[in-house]
């Protein structure tokens, strides 16, 4: 609606959501899409993750309808980033809109649930959205129309439409073929497991079963109503609103009448608010000013000299505009500097933002607060103007000297941006074969963009071949660089001026890149300088090196092993870019095969049944506790948390006119004991007392009207701190040592020493001694994050709805801490939005604060935790300090070990005298000869750790990998060999695992192995790494095989079976729903155990099965979800139960069958009522002591492939074979295999969590934690579950998936380390130096900075200055 645009504020604003229409009169302009959602439509699909637009899970589909074309425009965007105001006149689209169960699913949601591509659920409803928004556009094209039951859209398009979707679930594979399904040219074969169709079936066949996409479906629906209202333009415009949408400029400079600032008047203006995003100022401004509706800024302009934008155009906008030049009768050269700015500007943050995000807020940002643009590097590379307005007054700047300007004004405005054409920048009718070479290079954590580059640069040069000889001029060149911690883009001017003119050589490019040394310097704090300024030269490097000289044999070396995309027209120079190409991969997941055996043993159990209630998940109706809608009077909650380590608090002050605080709540108001969370090792405090022990320990819960205002009040509170006379801190482990501070480890969860270790250390013919290793944190980076919600109740009862781990530990907790009894607190659980351990322990104080604020203030409390709050409390994994020492025999064999661990657990116990157990149990995988430890457990002044996702065993299985590199590197032998002569075998194994090494035959691992060196192709590959190695320069592959072991421990579970009078089925287990498949698992037991009966419809009892939420008071004694057990427990007791109901029923059954013949199931029940029959009944499960501990066995090979000029890892194929016994679920379990590898490659190659000096985190969101994404998993991603038959004491012989595949992502670490040790031979030679420096320390996560510093910052000045020494002996 062209929104009455006038300079007056609006004040009636008219939308539409799912067709539903909306019309407020006063919306506060601050308010975002997302609060808006949320709070006042009953359309809970859009979630709130990071509220910064890093992760999707907030994406809609915003429709625009423009009167005069008649056109609709669909694209995606964050609703967490996008003013309300600013959608006058639209039509929003959440998944609840594309389908759900009341109208039917839409294929999309079936699809996801039928590929098994939801597990917590989450992020599907945004993944969901993000999909149909592809294929809707993807209808519009002129594309042929595809076969029935697809989309236009292409495999590649699918793909890439959830590339900015966050998932930490389900690793993406499943979800990348619920995507690929719908286009138009996949071929099915390469679609992974679904429920849709059983393996070997026809494609014909497969087809048909898809949920049909239809011509509707693939269509967005512009409510009518609207239509018409834009077309009578009748959205009223009055003043006395701060939202204005000025229609023209001198609208606009009314609007920035001097005397506004003079008066105080703060103005902002908007486009996309997409920066936001970056900045999340709170601060409220009187006046808004949306600068989209003037024509201006919104132009697009194009002739022979060039193009210009205006500043509100969106980049996705611009990109299609640049792109179109492809399709015009323009000069080569023009285009393809046009094309190659889209395609730089395509990684740009993510398509949802992209479309919003405007060029001129991107260029502002950068000018104004040196944001870390790629738009200003490359657009300055290419001589691009601005065009300012100041007052009445309009100036045209380049954009270099726009950049250099102090910060613009509030009042200025940037109007437009012109690009030039390049093609008319010389003499076109000469016949010189001048080329213009241009490239972009940006290097990011994440290939497809959604990532701030490390430094980004664009590179221009016109140049001519010598007629004299096969070299190359330059005549004039343009390189600019950006993002690397500098002020803004710059240009390297005296390397430009260095090279005008210059005949290029290996002489020339090394003098080059010396000068640029001087010139890219990061400023002071900037993380990785050295490595920053490093990949300036090797984008440089890369730009120049293939025009040089390339008749030499020296070339021909040089050009090996690295690509630039660009072709000059020149067929020499353009032979000498296409020699070596790094994989090129069409699309993202290039190949994935899932392989198991089904086994109708015990049917429906092991079946790979859909996830139960996938599609609500899917259609976002699916209940998480933030969706449950506030009951009356709710207020909210925000945590205030210390900034230092130790320190008293003397007070907390707010800012004076915070109305909306309505309490602030500390350890003062607590009435029973100052407890916030339990485990068998001790409490911690819900607020610290006096005195702070972390930074990140909460001190006070601030209650207020709305989350947003507790959010803001907790935010500007300041605590006034006090440090005099406290000791200095425990800020690490050694200090922890020093000053004696350690936590206690029980008796019996103290790990056996194995053999004795100076006989095994005497044994050896080779011994490392006292080699170091540390280890970070990783941060849980759930989807959802800590949420409660607490009701006060009669009679000083308190109902708590939790997203908790562990239900009964919070319902004692916040018992303790209101001083009442137990049985006047019930917790509620139903679903949670992710854990992974992190909403185990560390969800209680959440619960607890909600229930002490409701039960001091009468009213109910909730809270939902913004992310950086969460990251800078949750704890993480432990960060630990190895110290080891080993014998070995010459042939690998080691004969000891010998380690000092000290295991950094923070403030309180939490689990961590759990740790020393864990890890020993996954270290253990080798046999050591003999092993000695001694781990302490250091207390520090740090958040708890907490268990995260395999807590210890990840540890433990890295450092046994550690050392066996270590040894092969010493002994400079391969390192599979190493692996495979310390396996265990079956007497060894007894030997370390005693009582929970199970039978021999159960001892798969040895099968494993070589089953997996068979499936992928291990040694013929080991063997082509190594001839691409010798003929490839700047990357390298590296490949690795690994074995893992991992021990769990099952722990009673409750389980309660009703039977409801018209047959259907009521379960209650301990266990919770955390995306892990444990309802699915527990709903196939159900049905199998009751179906024992035999009754006639017993086959469709899966139907009749319901599992409900966690409710403390109804089934007690839950414990943990935790450890990887749950399900098989909760499904066992499950089991118990039914056993017991089916002999209560069988005498009547029995009576029946005489009396009729076959009974049916309902009769069965009917008559049971009748004849009072108890059909409910609840059990606790107990394991027996022989069974409660067992083993799980898998492997894995992965090969990566390293950048040397950048550091990145790309992972080119994973195989794993992981044994689940005789699963229970495949398809569930094939997910937690691959969700739980993935979010072990985050933790080995991404995840940097940093900490400031105090210990405060300061990687708090998704800017600077990385998690992987869909462009980052492997390439080809192959997952066996080995069905390793009878296991006797299993739970129908299943074994468990949820944690141990993290482990074997430790494979991707061991063949990046491969990798590297080729790129440091290689350095070595060009040092002159033969052999292998391979005893390096890859640390973890192997980052890309950590990767190209090992492979060498300086390589390509080495290798320069090592082929200027040939050359000049060649000439001797
Ligand atoms: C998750 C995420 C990832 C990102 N990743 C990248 C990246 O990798 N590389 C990169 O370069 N950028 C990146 N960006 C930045 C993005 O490009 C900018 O946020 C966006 O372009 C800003 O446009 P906007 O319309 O949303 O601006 P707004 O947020 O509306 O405005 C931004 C600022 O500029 C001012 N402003 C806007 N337009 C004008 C104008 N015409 N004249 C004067 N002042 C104006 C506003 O008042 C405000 O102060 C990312 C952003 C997000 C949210
Ligand atoms: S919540 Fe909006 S992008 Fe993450
Ligand atoms: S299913 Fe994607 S975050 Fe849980």
């Not at 310097?521 to 440089?540: H, K, M, N, V």
Request: proline share 5%; with cysteine.
């Amino acid at each position: 609606m062209e929104e009455e645009q006038s300079e007056r504020g609006i004040q009636r604003l008219v939308f539409a959501v799912n067709g539903q229409r909306f019309e407020l009169s006063h919306a506060d302009p601050s308010t975002t899409l997302l609060e808006f959602l949320r709070s006042e439509t009953p359309f809970k699909s859009v979630k709130l993750s990071c509220g910064e637009g890093g992760c999707g899970a907030c994406v809609v589909l915003l429709s625009k309808y423009d009167p005069v074309t008649d056109q609709i425009e669909d694209f995606t965007i964050s609703s967490c980033l996008t003013l309300l105001c600013s959608l006058n006149g639209c039509s929003i689209t959440t998944a609840e809109g594309i389908g759900n169960s009341k109208v039917g699913f839409h294929p999309i949601q079936e699809r996801f649930a039928g590929f098994h591509a939801s597990q917590c659920g989450f992020c599907t409803p945004g993944m969901c959205v993000s999909l149909y928004a592809a294929i809707v556009n993807a209808e519009k094209t002129l594309r042929p129309e595809p076969s029935p039951g697809f989309s236009k859209l292409t495999v590649c398009e699918a793909e890439k439409a959830i590339a900015g979707n966050l998932c930490r679930c389900t690793g993406y594979r499943s979800i990348i073929d619920a995507c690929k399904s719908f286009a138009a040219d996949v071929d099915m074969e390469d679609l992974g497991l679904n429920s849709f169709w059983r393996k070997g079936e026809s494609n014909e066949v497969k087809q048909s079963r898809l949920p049909l996409l239809r011509c509707h479906n693939a269509i967005c629906k512009f409510p009518e109503f609207l239509k018409e209202e834009i077309k009578a333009a009748a959205s009223v415009a009055s003043e006395g609103n701060c939202w204005y949408s000025p229609v023209s400029l001198q609208q606009l400079q009314s609007l920035l009448q001097p005397n506004e600032a003079k008066n105080g008047t703060s103005t902002k203006f908007v486009v996309g608010n997409t920066g936001m995003g970056y900045y999340k100022e709170l601060e409220q401004y009187d006046k808004y000013i949306n600068l989209k509706y003037i024509p201006e800024l919104s132009m697009i302009r194009k002739d022979e000299t060039g193009i210009e934008i205006g500043a509100a155009v969106t980049i996705t906008k611009a990109i299609e505009i640049l792109r179109e030049e492809n399709k015009g009768e323009f000069y080569q050269e023009g285009k393809m500097v046009f094309i190659k700015i889209a395609d730089h500007m395509e990684k740009i943050a993510s398509g949802f933002i992209r479309n919003s995000a405007s060029i001129g807020g991107n260029l502002v940002m950068a000018q104004r607060k040196s944001f870390p643009s790629d738009l200003t590097t490359v657009l300055l590379a290419v001589g691009t103007m601005v065009n300012i307005m100041g007052g009445q007054r309009q100036e045209r700047l380049t954009l270099e000297e726009f950049l250099g300007k102090p910060p613009l004004d509030s009042r200025s405005v940037l109007l437009s941006i012109r690009i030039p054409r390049w093609n008319l920048s010389r003499d076109v009718s000469s016949k010189t074969n001048t080329e213009i070479l241009f490239e972009t290079y940006r290097a990011a954590p994440r290939p497809l963009g959604n990532a701030l580059p490390y430094l980004n640069a664009a590179l221009l040069a016109e140049i001519f071949p010598r007629e004299t000889s096969n070299r190359i001029i330059i005549t004039s060149c343009r390189l600019a660089f950006g993002a690397y911690g500098t002020k803004h883009s710059i240009r390297a001017w005296k390397v430009e001026e260095f090279l005008t003119g210059k005949v290029l050589t290996i002489g020339i490019l090394y003098d080059a890149i010396k000068l640029l040394e001087t010139i890219v310097i990061p400023e002071d704090d900037t993380s990785y300088s050295t490595y920053r300024s490093s990949l300036a030269t090797a984008f440089l490097f890369k730009f120049l090196s293939p025009l040089i000289d390339t008749n030499a044999e020296i070339s021909n070396a040089l050009l090996n092993g690295y690509t630039s995309y660009q072709l000059p027209k020149n067929s020499r120079t353009k032979q000498n870019y296409d020699q070596y190409g790094e994989i090129k991969s069409p699309t993202l997941l290039s190949s994935a095969k899932q392989v198991f055996q089904l086994s109708k043993e015990y049917h429906p159990v092991g079946e790979p049944l859909t996830k139960s209630g996938a599609a609500i998940q899917a259609s976002g109706e699916a209940v998480y506790v933030d969706d449950i809608p506030s009951p009356r009077n709710c207020l909210h909650g925000a945590f205030i948390y210390s900034t230092k380590p130790l320190a008293r608090v003397n007070g907390i002050k707010f800012k004076p006119g915070l109305d909306e605080v309505s309490a602030l709540i500390s350890f003062k108001d607590i009435p029973g004991e100052n407890v916030g969370s339990m485990t068998i090792f001790g409490t911690e405090p819900l607020f610290a007392d006096e005195l702070t022990q972390c930074a990140g320990e909460r001190i006070a819960f601030v209650v207020a009207d709305t989350q947003k205002h507790a959010d803001m009040a907790a935010n500007v509170a300041v605590v006034d701190y006090d440090m005099e006379n406290l000791e200095p801190p425990i800020l690490s482990v050694e200090e922890a040592v020093k000053r004696s501070s350690f936590f206690d480890v029980p008796p019996f969860l103290n790990p056996k020493q194995v053999g004795d270790i100076s006989k095994g250390m005497a044994d050896a013919d080779n011994k490392i001694l006292s080699a170091e290793i540390q280890l970070g944190s990783q941060y849980y980076f759930y989807m959802e994050t800590q949420t409660a919600l607490a009701v006060p109740d009669e009679d000083n009862c308190m109902v708590v709805y939790s997203s908790i781990q562990c239900p009964e530990f919070a319902h004692v907790t916040i018992a303790k801490c209101l001083g009442i009894p137990e049985h006047n607190v019930r917790v509620i659980t139903r679903r949670v939005g992710g854990g992974f351990g992190g909403k185990a322990i560390k969800a209680m104080p959440v619960a607890t604060a909600c229930a002490l604020a409701a039960y001091k203030l009468g009213h109910p409390v909730r809270i939902y935790l913004n992310r950086k709050t969460d990251m800078i409390m949750a704890g993480g994994r432990h960060p630990m300090k190895i110290t080891y020492s080993v014998g070995f025999k010459n042939n690998g064999k080691i004969t000891g070990l010998q380690l000092e661990i000290l295991i950094n657990a923070g403030m309180s116990a939490d689990i961590s005298p759990m740790m020393p157990h864990n890890m020993l149990g996954a270290l253990k995988k080798y046999d050591w000869g003999a092993l000695s430890f001694d781990i302490k457990i250091c207390r520090t002044n740090l958040p708890s750790r907490s268990a995260m996702r395999a807590p210890g065993e990840v540890q433990g299985s890295f450092i046994a990998e550690a050392v066996i590199e270590h040894v092969a590197s010493t002994l400079s032998t391969d390192v599979d060999s190493v692996r495979h002569i310390n396996l265990h075998s079956y007497e060894s194994l007894r030997l370390f695992f005693e009582d929970s090494s199970g039978e021999p035959l159960e001892y798969t691992l040895p099968t494993i192995w070589d089953k997996l060196a068979l499936s992928s192709s291990f040694e013929q590959r080991t063997k082509m790494i190594k001839e691409f190695n010798k003929h490839n320069r700047w990357v390298k592959r590296g490949i690795s095989r690994v074995p893992i072991v991992h021990q769990v421990t099952l722990r009673p579970t409750p389980g309660k079976v009703s039977i409801l009078s018209d047959g259907s089925i009521v379960v209650e287990v301990g266990g919770i729903e955390l995306g892990q498949g444990l309802w699915t698992k527990v709903k196939q037991m159900t049905a199998y155990a009751l179906s024992l009966i035999q009754c006639d419809g017993t086959e469709d009892l899966l139907e009749k099965v319901r599992v409900i939420q966690s409710d403390t008071l109804s089934l007690i004694q839950g414990g943990f979800t935790a450890g990887s057990t749950t399900s098989e427990s909760s499904c066992e007791a499950v089991r118990l139960c039914c056993k017991i109901l089916v002999d209560r029923l069988t005498p009547l059954k029995e009576k029946l069958a005489e009396q009729m013949g076959a009974v049916k199931w309902e009769t069965l029940i009917l008559q049971a009522y009748l004849n009072a029959v108890d059909l409910s009944t609840n059990t606790l499960y107990v394991p027996g002591f022989s069974s409660m501990g067992y083993l799980n066995y898998g492997a894995s090979v992965s090969e990566v492939e390293v950048n040397l000029l950048t550091g990145e890892t790309t992972i080119l194929r994973t195989d794993i074979i992981y044994d689940c016994g005789q699963s229970l679920n495949p398809a569930v379990d094939l997910g937690q295999i691959e969700g739980a590898f993935v979010q072990g490659i985050g933790f080995f190659m991404f995840e940097e969590y940093s900490e400031n000096s105090d210990g405060l985190v300061v990687a708090e969101g998704t800017w600077t934690y990385k998690i992987p994404t869909v462009d980052t998993i492997p390439k080809q991603f192959n997952v066996e579950i080995l069905s390793s038959g009878h296991h006797q004491k299993r739970v129908l012989s299943s074994k468990a998936s949820g944690e141990p595949p993290l482990l074997l992502a430790v494979s991707i670490h061991c063949a990046t380390r491969a990798a590297i040790k080729e790129a440091r031979k290689q350095l070595l030679s060009w040092c002159g130096q033969d052999g292998s420096d391979s005893t390096f320390k890859l640390p973890v996560p192997a980052t890309m900075p950590i990767v190209k510093e090992l492979c060498g910052l300086d390589s390509v000045e080495r290798f320069l200055q090592w082929t200027m020494a040939i050359k000049s002996e060649n000439s001797a």
